[in-house]
């Protein structure tokens, strides 16, 4: 057994309630348990909730005096700048506002700014830039919660700023004509969780609700032109249900947690990607090999680094022009100049991986820490992100990697295993940092070299401190017999979906196993014919770190899943760990 096995607390009275109440399976009563579901209201909507769910946008503190300043900027035909982060929730955050405003006659244009040339965030240069081309108010998108200097200075080039972020607020924000943050002091929100492209989507709610109180969606009628050759047919008041698509590409990238407003945000945009009306998603899941459904898996590991891939090696304006496109030839074509980025992208990960995993196994002390900090002059900016999170899969345990630029400054960025604070952590270092900030399971940081070292030290304190006895383990759903598994429950539990952080997948254990036979696939993968009482099952693991021989019994930690090949629906299991 490779991990620490924990069964859940089973709670046998609210199990046969829900189970009653809703016509489902034990199983699945007793996941729905294990997620927070305590009763059967709670359950129902779980299980059931739609858009129709979603809280108020108003809910969300600053939203009126956002939504009052950007119809003043209509009426006026001012022109709008959306300001957007360069990874994948700004991308699309940028890219729904863009298009929501573009296509209510808005004279709007849009900003994200180069990772290695500018950096993360509001910059002051940008802003002269934006003026200079006539623009009088900025939204930000996924950043600009810090950018309290930056703010100022736009006050004094008469530019107007809206901050939308969901990055914890530090103790000074911005004096904007607006700042919307779920997490800042007197906001009740209650969908803490979203991501910068969820909520700018709220914003794009709230500001539709008004624009059709005041009238400004009009019904076609023979009108003449206005001066700028606009007619009330142009005015069509927009289905932000074809926007969910780039809220669920944007949320799942960004690792935010799958429940509450985001779990009703995913389900409901993988929908629209089934059969997508925009050309760019259409052109993306062609050149990731995608066909039908989309899942949560398709996003991280798919299509999110593909949009990802400019924006870590230079500009995400690529990315940004997909998603906006109109046109599926010129998708087709941006889409191909991404998928040729993300296989650059891929190789230098690559190189930056071997490189770290050679600094951790040859040197003691960095295999028996409990986090992982390493820094090299060599290493690209923007895609040590993506390494941070192979080295925390690999050694289960938090790491940043510091890219050293020209100028004795790192660039870091760090990932966090669930249960461990990466940003509460960082915080306790601050003092050390030019800049830093984040989430818990995601940060940047901007540290001066010479303060590594110390920073090393004092980063793995925190760690030590807050994760305690720390050791990788699989939480357990439910012990079950393979009898159990049958079609309807695997579809049963499929209702659970969208998986992710906050929401996993069901894990069941399976004891005393029939071994009846094993092989080894492309050199990574077991494949295994189960058997128990009159049951027999195919099993699978993907990408074993190693091979193993499996004796003739064991007892098993698994998915259960559908399978399809050659036509063929049927159920598989698919191995988390096994034990002997």
Not at 345 to 374: G, H, T
Request: net charge negative; with cysteine.
């Amino acid at each position: 057994m490779k991990k620490h096995w924990v069964i859940e607390k089973q709670n046998l009275k609210l199990n046969d309630k829900l189970a009653k109440a809703l016509g489902i399976s034990s199983i699945t009563a007793q996941v729905l348990i294990n997620r927070g579901i305590k009763d059967e209201a709670e359950a129902e909507l779980f299980l059931k909730s739609t858009l129709f769910d979603l809280p108020s946008p108003n809910l969300l503190k600053g939203m009126d005096k956002a939504v009052e300043r950007i119809e003043r900027a209509i009426q006026r035909k001012e022109k709008i700048a959306i300001y957007g982060d360069y990874d994948v929730d700004g991308v699309t955050a940028t890219s729904l506002f863009y298009t929501f405003l573009k296509n209510l006659g808005v004279n709007v244009t849009y900003y994200n700014p180069d990772r290695l040339k500018e950096g993360y965030g509001v910059n002051l240069q940008a802003i002269k830039k934006l003026r200079s081309e006539g623009v009088s108010l900025i939204i930000s998108v996924d950043c600009g919660i810090t950018a309290c200097e930056e703010v100022e200075d736009a006050k004094k080039l008469d530019v107007d700023f809206i901050i939308t972020d969901h990055h914890k607020p530090p103790e000074m924000i911005p004096e904007a004509v607006s700042v919307i943050n779920p997490h800042q002091i007197g906001c009740s929100y209650p969908g803490k969780e979203i991501a910068g492209v969820g909520v700018i989507y709220n914003l794009a709610i709230a500001l539709r609700r008004a624009l059709r109180e005041s009238g400004f969606f009009r019904k076609a009628r023979p009108e003449p032109a206005s001066s700028s050759g606009e007619t009330a047919h142009d005015r069509n008041e927009p289905n932000l249900g074809d926007y969910l698509d780039l809220v669920a590409l944007g949320t799942v990238s960004d690792c935010a947690s799958l429940t509450n407003v985001n779990r009703i945000f995913v389900k409901e945009g993988m929908k629209r990607m089934l059969s997508p009306k925009r050309p760019g998603i259409t052109a993306l899941k062609e050149v990731s090999g995608i066909e039908g459904e989309v899942n949560s898996y398709d996003i991280g590991f798919k299509l999110g680094p593909r949009i990802n891939a400019t924006g870590r090696l230079q500009s995400a304006g690529v990315a940004v022009e997909l998603l906006i496109s109109q046109d599926l030839k010129k998708s087709r074509e941006l889409a191909k100049i991404l998928n040729q980025e993300n296989s650059k992208r891929q190789n230098i990960e690559e190189d930056i991986f071997l490189d770290a995993v050679s600094l951790i196994e040859s040197n003691p002390e960095f295999l028996e820490s409990n986090s992982i900090v390493l820094s090299s002059p060599n290493w690209h900016a923007g895609v040590i992100g993506i390494v941070a999170t192979k080295l925390v899969e690999r050694f289960q345990k938090p790491a940043i990697l510091i890219s050293i630029q020209e100028n004795g400054v790192g660039k870091g960025s760090g990932r966090s295993i669930e249960g461990i604070n990466i940003y509460a952590a960082l915080s306790e270092c601050k003092e050390l940092f030019e800049q830093f900030g984040g989430h818990e399971l995601a940060a940047g940081i901007s540290i001066k070299e010479e303060r590594i070292d110390e920073f090393r030290k004092k980063f793995e304190r925190a760690i030590s401190e807050s994760a305690g006895d720390f050791v990788s383990m699989i939480k357990i759903d439910d012990v079950v017999d393979l009898t159990e598994i049958t079609d309807e429950v695997v579809s049963e539990l499929e209702l659970l979906a969208p998986f992710g952080i906050g929401n996993p997948e069901p894990v069941l254990l399976a004891k005393s196993l029939e071994v009846i036979s094993e092989r080894f696939f492309k050199e990574k993968h077991l494949s295994l014919k189960l058997k128990q009482k009159d049951r027999v099952f195919d099993a699978v693991w993907f990408n074993l770190k190693e091979t193993i021989k499996v004796p003739n019994r064991i007892d098993m930690a698994f998915t259960p899943e559908f399978n399809v090949w050659n036509g063929k629906k049927e159920v598989r299991l698919r191995i988390k760990d096994i034990d002997y």
